[in-house]
């Protein structure tokens, strides 16, 4: 089982950026497919973005597309989601998850067996 603690979550307003960072310990992160959700209040758990073990392989969520980006560095068991032109609709709780689907990197939730508690993420108008 992997650890995973996410941070980074706060408060911006309208437009701005946020950086997520998940830091993963326990069993190795080696060959674990990354994911980031996020859940806002009322609704259903929202696929965000995915990526492969290397760092070739990136999905994205329709809603996100051009202002997210998911990237990794193996060297410190750490995923990241860089987020520009935040929106009000961004508003949730982020959630970090980690999976070993092969070779490409799922999209749904049940594709990782390892979350994290989740960061509240509020943006502003």
């Known amino acids: 089982q992997v650890q995973l603690e996410e941070s980074g979550g706060g408060l911006v307003q309208a437009g701005g950026s946020l950086r997520l960072s998940c830091a993963a310990s326990?069993?190795?992160?080696?060959?674990?497919?990354m994911g980031w959700f996020r859940q806002a209040t009322g609704k259903e758990r929202e696929f965000v973005a995915s990526i492969s073990w290397g760092g070739t392989i990136r999905y994205y969520g329709d809603s996100v597309k051009g202002r997210f980006t998911i990237s990794r560095d193996n060297a410190k068991n750490t995923v990241y989601l860089q987020m520009s032109s935040l929106k009000p609709e961004d508003t949730a709780v982020y959630y970090c998850a980690a999976g070993y689907s092969g070779t490409f990197p799922g999209r749904a939730s049940a594709d990782f067996g390892s979350w994290g508690q989740g960061t509240q993420v509020t943006i502003a108008s």
């Open positions: 326990g069993r190795t992160f080696s060959g674990a497919a």
